[in-house]
């Protein structure tokens, strides 16, 4: 196993959004910054996250992306890790829950977020642990 912190291998710049957007302002914003999702904050406190699988269901369900708010389809029982974790355990919980992405904390706050590609990018040498943890084709996960 590879010894690195979470702090390690995070994106420290986090693309956070408002509640009251909508799905299709969200959609633009990520297309922009060309991430995979938005955590949705609220005066400052982390309070959802809404990712590109998210922005599928809508279109699936045959809501309107421009009056669907992203508080009406964000996860808001966000699973986050702390900053000082080991990588290994992020990917253990992203194994568990079938996650692609967690927010990072620290003493409660958003400091960053992580992600299976940045951790793939980082340690390339841990892309046969996390695909086969995950049971997934890594290809899946560029970007």
């Known amino acids: 196993m590879v010894h690195m912190l ?7 710049q986090v693309i956070t959004a ?10 633009k914003i990520m ?6 999702c938005l955590v ?5 406190k982390l309070i959802g996250i809404i990712t590109d699988s998210d922005m599928k269901s809508v279109v699936a369900r045959g809501l309107d ?3 669907t708010k ?4 964000m996860t808001k029982r966000v699973l986050t890790i702390e900053h000082h974790k080991p990588v290994d355990y992020a990917i253990e919980i992203m194994a568990a829950r079938s996650i692609k992405r967690l927010p990072v904390t620290k003493e409660g706050k958003l400091v960053g977020l992580v992600s299976v590609s940045d951790i793939i990018v980082v340690v390339p040498s841990m892309i046969h642990t996390v695909s086969n943890m995950l049971s997934f084709d890594p290809r899946r996960f560029a970007g």
Not at 31 to 36: A, K, L, R, V
């Open 40 to 44: 949705i904050v609220d005066n400052g």
């Open 6 to 12: 979470v702090e390690d291998v995070m994106r420290k």
């Open 65 to 67: 992306a421009k009056s």
């Open 31 to 36: 297309n922009e910054f060309n991430i995979g």
């Open 70 to 73: 992203v508080s009406e389809v």
């Open 18 to 27: 408002k509640p009251s957007i909508s799905v299709s302002e969200a959609a």
